[in-house]
């Protein structure tokens, strides 16, 4: 079987689409999982979060969308989070440009893919806050898309454009590509707006909704300043708690066990 190849993706800044990339990446191999984390943001931070140091790279992400070099060259160890990476670093703004006059510009990363999808059980693709080309390129790649959203006011704004995008995605390039789930993140308990945010998004987008609500825990937010996934860096913590079942979570809707009546006569 190949890996199930899955972007994270919203164009909003901010919204949790690196926490939930690297935690989920981390708590998906703790499970088992062979996992390739991707990092399309030349921000690095899902790099940094997973404790490889983008200043010593022999290759990264932005020389494997050029052409200058393969995944099997460019990819690291996240020793502690146990996944690879494949990273990025500040060149990966200049790709944009770069590859405006090159052939299948769009299908760089799903091209490159190819060639390690074996290896793994699940690629996690980390976007940018942007729909430009290198969202595209995560999006091309992908069969499925997860959409972190705040539980805040304006969580719905820009959702359309992200729409949008998907449905050009699919008639143009990529018609498998599905909404895989919405991660509701960042959520505060003690807020009247936060709930009711979060049970509209529930109610608006139906069994979409991943029933697993990530809380504002500021061990998430730590956790990167260490080099280290949430779920590693204190697994105790409601955070990582949160990532831990939202993992097993997407396994359920992933990996169905094979149903009952298959095994009676
Ligand atoms: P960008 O659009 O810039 O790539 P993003 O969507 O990837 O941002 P993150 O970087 O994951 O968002 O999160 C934004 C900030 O909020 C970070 O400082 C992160 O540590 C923090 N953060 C994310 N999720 C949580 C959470 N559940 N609780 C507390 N802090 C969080
Ligand atoms: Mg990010």
């Not at 074996?118 to 595209?136: F, K, M």
């Amino acid at each position: 079987m190949t890996a199930r190849i899955l972007a994270v993706a919203n164009q909003k800044g901010g919204v949790g689409k690196t926490t939930t990339a690297v935690n989920l990446a981390a708590a998906l191999a703790q499970q088992g999982r062979r996992v390739l984390l991707v990092d399309l943001d030349p921000q690095a931070n899902s790099t940094m979060g997973s404790g490889v140091r983008k200043g010593d790279l022999p290759a990264s992400v932005y020389q494997v969308l050029l052409g200058d070099a393969g995944i099997p060259e460019a990819r690291q160890r996240s020793e502690e989070g146990g996944f690879d990476v494949l990273p990025a670093n500040r060149n990966l703004a200049g790709a944009e440009v770069e590859l405006v006059h090159e052939l299948a510009r769009e299908a760089r990363l799903k091209n490159a893919l190819a060639q390690v999808e074996a290896e793994y059980d699940y690629v996690l693709i980390d976007c940018p806050p942007s729909l430009t080309l290198l969202t595209l390129n995560g999006l091309v790649a992908a069969q499925g898309v997860l959409i972190p959203m705040v539980c805040e006011y304006y969580a719905l704004e820009g959702l359309s454009d992200l729409v949008n995008t998907l449905r050009k995605v699919r008639v143009a390039v990529n018609p498998r590509i599905e909404i895989i789930g919405l991660v509701r993140t960042m959520f505060d308990a003690r807020s009247n707006l936060s709930q009711q945010v979060a049970e509209q998004l529930a109610r608006h987008f139906g069994d979409k909704v991943f029933e697993t609500v990530v809380p504002r825990n500021v061990r998430l937010a730590e956790a990167p300043s260490h080099g280290l996934p949430g779920v590693v860096y204190d697994p105790t913590s409601r955070g990582a708690q949160a990532y831990q079942a939202l993992a097993t979570e997407l396994l359920q809707r992933l990996e169905p066990a094979p149903s009952s009546s298959q095994d009676r006569p």
